[in-house]
C-alpha cells in the first residue's frame, strides 16, 4: 500500500510507538555519546529558513547516498515492546524516491509493509529540519549497534513535554542514527541502527 513519506518515516523509523509511560533502564544498551561538544555546525548552505538550524544533510548528499537498495534498519524500544523496523530506498531519479519500510518482530515476522509515495529530496532534507529557538546542537560520538559514529545531535522538546536526541552520523546521510526520548530523565522510547547499506 502507499503511504505518504512524512506519515512513514514518523511511524516507522522516528517517532513510532511512543507513549507516556518508560521503558525499563538499560545501563549497558549503546547510544550515549561519550564526549558532547558544542558543535561545529553543519554548512549554512543547509539551512532551509531563517529561523531553522541549518540540516545535518544537504538534498544533493541525501540524493547520493539513497541509491537503489541503500536500507537502514532500526530497533525501536518502546513501551509496548521490541521491534525491528526497516526502510529501503527504491528506484528514483533527480526529483525523488519512494522508500519501503518493513516492520518485523525480533525474530523476523513480518507485521507490516509500507511503499511511500515518491518524495523530493528536497523533502527528504526537510524532515531534519528543527528551529533554532529551543532547539540545542551539539556534536559528539555515539554508539549503536551498527557502529560508532560521530554525529550531529539534535535536542528539542517534544509536545508532550518529553526531551528528544536525535543523532545524525556526519557520513551517514539519510535518517539518524539514535533518537532517544527522555522524560524527566527517564527513558520512554529508544529507536537505534543495528544495520545498514551500503557500505
Not at 518508560?22 to 549554512?44: K, V, Y
Not at 536500507?71 to 530506498?89: E, H, I, V, W
Request: aromatic share 6%.
Amino acid at each position: 500500500m502507499k503511504t505518504p513519506l512524512s506519515s512513514l518515516l514518523v511511524a516507522l523509523v522516528l517517532f513510532g510507538c511512543t507513549s507516556p509511560e518508560s521503558i525499563p533502564p538499560n545501563s549497558d544498551a549503546p547510544g550515549d555519546a561519550d564526549t558532547e561538544t558544542e558543535a561545529s555546525m553543519p554548512p549554512e548552505a543547509n539551512r532551509l529558513t531563517p529561523n531553522d538550524l541549518p540540516t545535518p544533510f544537504s538534498a544533493d548528499e541525501i540524493q547520493a547516498a539513497a541509491t537503489p537498495g541503500a536500507f537502514r534498519k532500526f530497533r525501536n524500544q518502546a513501551p509496548s515492546g521490541s521491534r525491528l523496523q526497516t526502510m529501503t530506498f527504491l528506484q528514483g531519479d533527480g526529483s525523488g524516491a519512494p522508500v519501503e519500510g518493513l516492520v518485523t518482530d525480533e525474530a523476523g515476522n513480518e507485521l507490516n509493509r509500507v511503499i511511500s509515495a515518491a518524495t523530493s529530496w528536497e523533502e527528504f532534507q526537510g524532515h531534519a529540519s528543527y528551529t533554532e529557538l529551543g532547539t540545542t546542537l551539539t556534536r559528539g560520538l555515539v554508539h549503536v549497534p551498527a557502529g560508532s559514529f560521530d554525529c550531529w545531535i539534535y535536542t528539542t522538546v517534544d509536545q508532550t513535554g518529553a526531551d528528544v536526541e536525535t543523532s545524525f552520523a556526519l557520513d551517514l546521510p539519510g535518517p539518524p542514527v539514535l533518537v532517544v526520548t527522555t522524560r524527566k530523565g527517564a527513558p520512554v522510547m529508544r529507536i537505534e541502527l543495528v544495520d545498514y547499506g551500503p557500505r
